[in-house]
């Protein structure tokens, strides 16, 4: 691992295992926030249509997801599930829009953006191979390489095939040119 990966993975995970743990720990306020999308998601999911509970599992969800990235075990799975927990929970955390006041909404407008830049920063994570070719890449080669290979095999065998028809053709000539000098042989020593 590099080491500027070494240093931006804890760097971007860092704000979500924060974020994590004061949701499981501190889950009031956002509860009362999640309700109206815990009430309409949760049926469609079977999971229990309470608010508290959603906010703290997402939160575990959260700051697990983080501790993965940070420590660089499963980085590309954990960058993944961070933006996908994020995304929501910004948008309920700081609704800027809902702000009568104009420095409370510049504020909260400014923490809904910089949460944005971290959930473009946890979707790079999410597609950075660390200069390794990706898992499709690699299929699609390997495939191409085994059609090339059964190609290369099947063109053998044929020159194979067409040498040894050959070869046999030959045999067969001369056994015939010998059978025939044999017959001859023996239809002119009969007489």
Excluded: C
């Amino acid at each position: 691992m590099s080491i500027v990966r070494a240093l931006a993975r804890p760097l971007l995970a860092a704000p979500f295992v924060t974020t994590g743990i004061d949701a499981v720990l501190h889950p009031m306020n956002r509860a009362e926030r999640a309700r109206p999308l815990v009430d309409r998601l949760a049926p469609m999911a079977g999971l229990p249509a309470d608010p508290d509970l959603a906010v703290r599992g997402t939160g575990a969800l959260m700051a697990g997801a983080g501790l993965l990235l940070a420590t660089g075990r499963a980085p590309r799975l954990a960058a993944m599930v961070l933006a996908a927990v994020a995304l929501p929970s910004t948008y309920l955390d700081h609704p800027f829009w809902e702000q009568p006041d104009a420095q409370r909404r510049r504020d909260e407008r400014t923490i809904f953006l910089r949460n944005l830049g971290l959930v473009g920063g946890a979707l790079l994570a999410a597609v950075d191979t660390e200069g390794r070719p990706s898992l499709a890449w690699r299929g699609r080669r390997a495939v191409r390489r085994a059609e090339r290979g059964t190609q290369k095999a099947l063109s053998r065998a044929e020159r194979g095939g067409e040498r040894a028809l050959a070869r046999t053709e030959d045999a067969l000539s001369r056994a015939e040119r010998n059978t025939t000098r044999a017959l001859a042989r023996v239809a002119g020593s009969g007489s």
